[in-house]
């Protein structure tokens, strides 16, 4: 069936194809993916040239004129995914968390029971205020900053466009272009190691096997073929053999592609809120989570027993309830999303100085939380910068022929091209006879994969015969040679040529090459497609050895790595003679080794128990790398991968934390939470210690809120049941809640101990409620110090003389909750041994200083407070003194008997 034309774009480009599309509703999508499926299994069935006429476009591709008016109608190519909503909905999500929830419902009641007093409700919604304002702003920044950042990791696609002289006798141009830019009707070329740009008709193919985990779920990849039998009757979208889709990727081989559909239009952009969904809870996530519900229940407890108390023993129910309410507002930790949000952004803010784009901010903590960094050594242990250093024969010695045989091969392979190839091009000694060579016509080629870990040219020689020229990791290579040319002699493999080739490559990685070998063969010139079956009874010619001296970063960084608590382990597909020896150069002390014949032959357990033991993992295939980290992670590691390979992606996937470099090939940056935009463990390094500050920082004010209104629930307490009168007014309460609150802004700009950066930071959830337990009741001796000293030496003991207790114990509780901040921030003695970032500082002194003065000031006599009398201060620093001393005596207890702090 013919796709229709039109007068401007063809109608189906314009309908499913290609055009900007308007959302779709979820009652609607199963709808809209029916109909681009049938679409594409039109595209699937009709003829190419038909196909070309309908999309307006030709074999050598679009013009560029034509390509920039067609973007301006379809729109870019792009799935709105990952990007910050606008403000509005910001704001709505920053008011959208359960503290929020229970502050407006304790608002609403405070409204129906006194209608007329305003004042607490104004109060609670400052509150709200604060915390949704300064979220909002703090997600806004940090979402255009993430946007900035994003933009310098551009994906680029291979597209062929005419010149628009054309007709004057331009040739096609292929070049890259950023992804979003593709149109309906372009042509792309890809490669092993390519994201499948958009939905995609192949034109013309080569052993090309695609990834489609991302819409499968299935590891295995499938072949495409440009030419083949016509789909069957009800095959499904993705069993499509000449159709690509957007979201899938290149494994190996080469194809030609035109351009169906882009950005919503496509398959992937109907099904890519069903993929992409909701990430699964991180530990971090669910540690949140729990301390949330824990608080909100501790709440629902507290507040219903502080009214029972208070109104059994006071008989004005009234007051009670508005009592009762304001330590339920005392008790909501309503920065908590603020805190955890600004340390995650500034987190972001000082990782985007050091050149590293965070995609996702939970990414920043797991960071912190990382004890093993797997990492391939090219470009992290090493300098990136490949040089050709040796070109011999068989038994060693120099061979101009293996290095004309291996530029051939580099020069011709359109499939994936890496540093090695680069470094044989630039060569000095083909500076000469490269171009005679270049003039040799290509037959065809046979693509890389990681697989079987070679690859082969075909090219028509001088007698007209064609020469099959295969290179690749020795082992492979060797595998399908059966002869072998040495000093111009022709001789069949035997047992003493296997140990010469063992020597060789052995001396040369010895030396820290990475040794490649190289194989040919002359074939009449009978055929002109080739494929794997041809890479048989090959003649080895010799090996290329390749230097990538270390890296003069990598000592220092993976010394710095191992004193904080990271263990590196390398994953390569290299020998593990080269990695050896690039780990000593290095400093790396190697424990252990598997290869990827070890990994095959051992189960879940076996594997998990090696791996941990391990430092070196050598000759592994994608799929093996995946299942290292894996099972790391299930000991209960927390794992960070370090890849910019498509041999890389699955292990990405699998990570704690996928790292991966602006380089990197498609998928591998499509598959990394962070992008370093310079390789280097060095900015790893940073990374790890900026984690454990965020984390740091978060279980400060989760710590100092969690034990503080813990205290003061014991405190209140105590004084509902003793005091005839309420030991301070609700509206006392919330504006000493106002004011703690704005005293822990700051902490997510205060420093971290070095103690406590030198190791991994996880979640603890059950960690918080015994700190909880033993460090909240301190405050509470010394309220009730307070009420003895208020009661007996200042005769507070009546209603008439509320007013002086409730001052009292407003100052008291204020500073000594302001001083919390202090003490628990470090493991040290504060001001002396350990000091605060000069934000916290400052604001913690302005809000103590607020509180002094408040008693004394309008506001405070509008409130019910009265004046101080001066004599009441040096009771009140007493009070200080011996409540900051028993605090840093039971820290010490509890460091030495739970071994943490924070």
């Given at each position: 069936m013919a796709i229709p034309n039109s007068t401007s774009l063809p109608a189906d480009v314009g309908k499913g194809l290609g055009a900007r599309s308007a959302p779709r509703t979820s009652a609607r999508q199963p709808d809209a993916l029916a109909e681009k499926s049938a679409r594409l299994r039109r595209a699937a069935e009709q003829p190419v040239e038909e196909l070309l006429t309908a999309l307006e476009t030709t074999r050598e591709g679009l013009t560029e004129n034509a390509a920039a008016a067609r973007l301006q109608t379809a729109g870019a190519n792009e799935v709105t995914r990952d990007r910050p909503p606008g403000w509005p909905v910001q704001i709505l999500q920053a008011f959208k968390n359960p503290f929020n929830a229970v502050l407006t419902g304790l608002a609403v009641i405070e409204i129906w029971s006194s209608p007329a007093d305003l004042t607490a409700p104004i109060l609670i919604a400052v509150m709200i205020a604060i915390s949704v304002g300064i979220r909002f702003v703090q997600e806004f920044r940090s979402g255009q900053a993430a946007e900035r950042l994003k933009a310098l990791v551009r994906t680029t696609a291979t597209v062929l466009r005419r010149p628009d002289d054309f007709s004057q006798g331009g040739a096609p141009l292929p070049r890259e272009v950023p992804v979003r830019e593709l149109v309906p009707g372009d042509l792309v070329a890809l490669a092993a190691g390519d994201m499948i740009p958009a939905d995609v008709r192949l034109l013309a193919s080569k052993d090309l096997f695609v990834n489609q985990a991302m819409l499968t779920g299935e590891a295995m990849p499938v072949e495409k073929l440009a030419v083949g039998a016509p789909p069957r009757s009800g095959a499904a979208t993705l069993e499509l053999a000449s159709v690509a889709l957007m979201g899938t990727n290149v494994v190996s081989g080469t194809?030609?592609?035109?351009?169906?559909?882009?950005?919503?239009?496509?398959?992937?952009?109907?099904?890519?809120?069903?993929?992409?969904?909701?990430?699964?809870?991180?530990?971090?996530?669910?540690?949140?989570?729990?301390?949330?519900?824990l608080l909100i229940r501790f709440i629902g407890v507290m507040a219903p027993v502080v009214l029972l108390l208070n109104g059994f023993t006071k008989h004005d129910w009234k007051e009670a309830s508005l009592f009762a309410i304001s330590v339920a507002v005392g008790l909501v930790p309503e920065m908590l999303a603020l805190v955890v949000t600004a340390n995650l952004a500034r987190g972001a803010l000082?990782?985007?100085?050091?050149?590293?784009?965070?995609?996702?901010?939970?990414?920043?903590?797991?960071?912190?939380?990382?004890?093993?960094?797997?990492?391939?050594?090219?470009?992290?242990?090493?300098?990136?910068?490949?040089?050709?250093?040796?070109?011999?024969?068989?038994?060693?010695?120099?061979?101009?022929?293996?290095?004309?045989?291996?530029?051939?091969?580099?020069?011709?392979?359109?499939?994936?091209?890496?540093?090695?190839?680069?470094?044989?091009?630039?060569?000095?000694?083909?500076?000469?006879?490269?171009?005679?060579?270049?003039?040799?016509?290509?037959?065809?080629?046979?693509?890389?994969?990681?697989?079987?870990?070679?690859?082969?040219?075909?090219?028509?020689?001088?007698?007209?015969?064609h020469l099959v020229i295969c290179k690749g990791a020795i082992d492979e290579v060797l595998r399908v040679c059966s002869r072998v040319e040495i000093a111009g002699e022709i001789g069949p493999v035997t047992q003493l040529i296997r140990k010469h080739v063992e020597r060789v490559t052995g001396e040369m990685n010895e030396d820290g090459m990475r040794v490649i070998a190289v194989a040919f063969r002359e074939t009449a010139p009978d055929k002109t497609v080739y494929s794997v079956e041809d890479e048989r009874d090959l003649i080895l010619?010799?090996?290329?050895?390749?230097?990538?001296?270390?890296?003069?970063?990598?000592?220092?960084?993976?010394?710095?790595?191992?004193?904080?608590?990271?263990?590196?382990?390398?994953?390569?597909?290299?020998?593990?003679?080269?990695?050896?020896?690039?780990?000593?150069?290095v400093g790396l002390a190697v424990d252990g080794v598997l290869r990827g014949g070890d990994i095959d032959g051992l189960d879940d357990a076996g594997l998990t128990?090696?791996?941990?033991?391990?430092?070196?993992?050598?000759?592994?295939?994608?799929?093996?790398?995946?299942?290292?980290?894996?099972?790391?992670?299930?000991?209960?590691?927390?794992?960070?991968?370090?890849?910019?390979?498509?041999?890389?992606?699955?292990?990405?996937?699998?990570?704690?934390?996928?790292?991966?470099?602006?380089?990197?090939?498609?998928?591998?940056?499509e598959s990394?939470?962070?992008?370093?935009?310079?390789?280097?463990?060095?900015?790893?390094?940073?990374?790890?210690?900026?984690?454990?500050?965020?984390?740091?920082?978060?279980?400060?004010?989760?710590?100092?809120?969690?034990?503080?209104?813990?205290?003061?629930?014991?405190?209140?307490?105590?004084?509902?049941?003793?005091?005839?009168?309420?030991?301070?007014?609700?509206?006392?309460?919330?504006i000493q809640n106002l004011l703690y609150d704005i005293s822990q802004l700051s902490i997510p700009w205060d420093r971290m101990d070095e103690v406590y950066l030198r190791r991994p930071r996880r979640w603890d959830a059950g960690n918080l409620r015994t700190f909880m337990l033993f460090v909240g009741p301190i405050s509470s001796v010394f309220d009730v110090t307070t009420f003895l000293v208020l009661w007996f030496v200042f005769a507070a003991r009546t209603p008439e003389h509320q007013a002086l207790f409730q001052s009292g114990w407003f100052v008291e509780g204020l500073l000594s909750q302001t001083l919390i901040v202090h003490m628990i921030r470090t493991e040290k003695i504060p001001f002396l041994q350990s000091r605060a970032a000069p934000q916290v500082i400052v604001l913690t002194a302005l809000v103590m200083a607020a509180g002094i003065a408040i008693p004394f000031s309008p506001i405070g006599a509008a409130v019910g407070l009265r004046p101080l009398p001066l004599s009441?201060?040096?009771?009140?620093?007493?009070?200080?003194?011996?409540?900051?001393?028993?605090t840093h005596l039971v820290k010490r207890w509890y460091i030495r008997r739970f071994h943490a702090w924070l």
């Open positions: 194809a030609t592609a035109l351009v169906l559909a882009t950005g919503r239009a496509t398959y992937f952009g109907s099904v890519a809120s069903g993929i992409l969904g909701q990430r699964s809870l991180t530990s971090f996530d669910v540690g949140v989570a729990k301390i949330t519900w000082v990782m985007s100085k050091k050149k590293v784009v965070v995609k996702r901010l939970n990414a920043i903590q797991s960071f912190g939380a990382m004890d093993i960094l797997c990492t391939d050594k090219t470009g992290t242990l090493t300098q990136d910068r490949v040089v050709l250093e040796q070109h011999v024969d068989v038994i060693g010695q120099e061979s101009h022929d293996v290095l004309r045989l291996v530029y051939l091969n580099s020069y011709h392979q359109t499939g994936l091209r890496n540093l090695l190839d680069r470094a044989v091009l630039e060569h000095a000694e083909m500076r000469d006879h490269g171009p005679e060579l270049r003039a040799l016509e290509k037959v065809d080629e046979v693509p890389f994969d990681f697989m079987r870990r070679r690859m082969s040219v075909v090219v028509a020689n001088a007698e007209g015969k010619a010799g090996y290329i050895g390749f230097l990538d001296p270390p890296r003069d970063s990598a000592q220092p960084a993976l010394e710095a790595l191992a004193q904080h608590g990271v263990a590196v382990k390398v994953l390569t597909g290299d020998n593990d003679i080269v990695a050896r020896k690039i780990c000593r150069d128990e090696a791996a941990a033991h391990a430092t070196i993992f050598a000759k592994l295939n994608p799929l093996q790398k995946a299942r290292v980290v894996r099972l790391l992670k299930a000991k209960g590691h927390t794992v960070g991968f370090l890849g910019d390979g498509i041999n890389d992606a699955p292990a990405l996937r699998e990570a704690d934390i996928g790292i991966s470099v602006d380089t990197a090939v498609d998928i591998a940056k990394a939470d962070i992008i370093l935009l310079e390789k280097s463990l060095m900015v790893l390094e940073e990374g790890v210690l900026e984690g454990r500050i965020t984390f740091g920082n978060m279980m400060k004010y989760i710590k100092m809120t969690a034990s503080s209104n813990f205290g003061n629930v014991f405190s209140v307490l105590v004084a509902s049941v003793f005091l005839p009168f309420l030991p301070m007014l609700a509206i006392h309460l919330l009441f201060f040096p009771w009140l620093l007493a009070i200080l003194l011996g409540y900051c001393t028993l």
